[in-house]
């Protein structure tokens, strides 16, 4: 992996550098590597942390599939809701013998 391309950047180059400008010019360089082992909140605060769009997962050295900050953060939130709901739900009674 080179680098990456955000919307911003691009976005930068179009309005201030020339339309021949190359594509490696205005890509991101620097972004975090998370190992597939590690915790989702590892993952997202890493994100946060670089102001990356997304970061690759490795397993032993090898990129094996991007993460991005929009999916981290909505598998999260799901997460945390099913939490809040799982405890909050009453279980139904238990039918009573000969009823």
Known sequence: MAGVSTRCGLMQALTWQSPTTPGGAVMQRESPVVEAGEMLETL????????CPCVPVTCSGVSVVWVTSDNTGAFLM?????????????PPALPQAGA
């Open 78 to 90: 799901i997460e945390a809701a099913l939490k809040g709901r799982a405890s909050s739900v009453v």
């Open 44 to 51: 997202f605060a890493r994100l946060q942390e670089c102001q």
